[in-house]
Nanobody, 117 residues
Framework: EVQLVESGGGLVQAGGSLRLSCEAS????????IGWFRQAPGKEREGVSC????????YYADSVKGRFTISRDNAKSTVYLQMDSLNPADTAVYYC??????????WGPGTQVTVSS
């Protein structure tokens, strides 16, 4: 059974930092790209960042470029999202995501990030 478990969310003041983690199990972690989406209240889920299976290629949404850094530790089956210079617009539930060739991708349950002004 595939499991993606996020952690590291919380409440932080504007300008602060958080580091999200997503520990994966139930599949061959280093075979797959993995990434993060987020969903703010009343808004659609949006892609934030993703990283290739080897870690050599990364993608960032324009809204987080230069502030967020994605990384992965294949030995620990874990992906990280270092979030710096947070602002209230970053407030959202953050979801770990694995794209699959099947009809549905894999998703974690999400972790809440709240940035106060």
């Amino acid at each position: 059974e595939v499991q993606l478990v996020e952690s590291g969310g919380g409440l932080v003041q504007a300008g602060g930092s958080l580091r999200l983690s997503c520990e994966a199990s139930g599949f061959t972690f280093d075979d797959d790209a993995i990434g993060w989406f987020r969903q703010a209240p009343g808004k659609e889920r949006e892609g934030v960042s993703c990283i290739s299976s080897s870690g050599g290629t990364t993608y960032y949404a324009d809204s987080v470029k230069g502030r967020f850094t994605i990384s992965r530790d294949n030995a620990k089956s874990t992906v990280y999202l270092q979030m710096d210079s947070l602002n209230p617009a970053d407030t959202a539930v953050y979801y770990c995501w694995v794209p699959t060739p099947g009809p549905t991708d894999w998703w974690g349950p999400g972790t809440q990030v709240t940035v106060s002004s």
